[in-house]
């Protein structure tokens, strides 16, 4: 069975999401996908999934939506104000929702992007191997009042509503960087400098973040440099000489020198980051880096085993009648591939 869900509001550019296309890069196609990968993980974890489904990725504020039928839903990423019925609903936990009840979702308190998952996934046409909206391109989905989007059905709703704990990426941070092919291009003073830098956030897009500092420039022994293939995370260095992080849609080649390259464990610090947060960098070696950033698949795990029921007070349950307390069984072997546990 099918449900939809209804648009009944929107309070930005809100989009589907999900993780990406693979394999369109040689073709000058950005992989794109969620700005934070994280929170996609996040609520594949809560919601029993392998892999994270299509989502709705929420820029700074949310909107109004309606389920057609019961499901439950996941709220991760960015902390966001979120009602049901009257009622407030825990941000980084799985709820379930009746159908026909109406979902706010308000301001973020922290960070930039929120998402709305739902445990059978958004299922909007796929284009190109994925559902993730790349706006200039034309492919996927911007949301609009009226519109509805169709959700497959949730495959264990009576499982009880789970929770993780605050993920600290919303305030800024340190972000872990490899060394790269044009590392050795900048001067040892100016690898240094750049180490060593208090910097705050600057504009942001799902392009890039800029790093603003105080100081002079960051300059390289670059003339005549060609272009090259790049991918998010790459910080490069512009004809300003500003620092600039890469994020999901940036492009697939640039000529501008990189400095090196952020872990993707932490480039959701940096997606995360409003203007003036503060940001630092850290160099480490590639054996650090592969101790510190697996693979995504293996991001699950660690997660559905940190997650706990979700505590509340009967009362301010909208959906009581709806759940049975025997159910939510956990294998363990959980970053074993995608589908469903």
């Not at 693979?22 to 700005?35: F, I, M, S």
């Not at 995370?233 to 020198?257: F, K, M, N, R």
Request: hydrophobic share 45%; net charge negative.
């Amino acid at each position: 069975m099918t449900g939809f869900l209804e648009v009944l509001a929107t309070a930005s550019q809100i989009t589907v999401q999900d993780l990406g296309r693979t394999g369109w890069t040689a073709l000058g196609l950005a992989p794109g996908g969620a700005a934070d990968r994280r929170a996609l993980w996040e609520a594949a974890a809560l919601l029993g999934q392998r892999c994270p489904g299509a989502v709705l990725e929420m820029p700074l504020t949310g909107g109004r939506f309606r389920l057609t039928e019961p499901s439950r839903i996941a709220l991760t990423g960015a902390p966001m104000r979120a009602r049901l019925a009257g009622h407030d609903l825990v941000w980084n936990a799985s709820h379930l929702i009746p159908a026909g009840a109406e979902i706010e979702i308000g301001p973020a308190e922290a960070g930039v992007y929120g998402y709305l998952a739902l445990a059978g996934g958004i299922t909007t046409p796929e284009a190109l191997g994925a559902r993730a909206t790349l706006a200039a391109a034309g492919l996927g989905t911007v949301l609009t009042p009226g519109q509805r989007l169709p959700f497959a059905k949730d495959p264990a709703p009576q499982t009880p509503a789970r929770r993780l704990p605050a993920a600290p990426r919303f305030s800024g941070g340190t972000l872990r960087v490899i060394p790269g092919p044009q590392t050795g291009l900048f001067e040892p003073e100016t690898r240094a400098h750049a180490f060593a830098t208090r910097f705050l956030a600057g504009p942001a897009s799902r392009q890039g973040v800029t790093l603003q500092h105080a100081g002079a420039p960051f300059e390289s022994q670059t003339a005549g440099l060609l272009s090259d293939f790049i991918t998010a995370g790459d910080i490069q260095i512009t004809g300003a000489g500003t620092p600039v992080i890469l994020l999901a849609e940036c492009q697939s080649i640039g000529g501008y020198p990189r400095l090196g390259t952020v872990i993707p464990t932490d480039l959701p610090i940096a997606a995360q980051a409003r203007p003036g947060t503060p940001l630092r960098l850290a160099l480490i070696s590639l054996e650090e880096a592969e101790a510190a950033s697996p693979p995504e698949a293996e991001w699950l795990g660690p997660l559905v085993r940190v997650a706990t029921p979700l505590l509340r007070r009967p009362h301010d349950i909208p959906d009581l009648l709806g759940y049975q307390l025997i159910s939510g069984v956990v294998r363990g072997d959980e970053e074993d591939g995608c589908g469903l546990i």
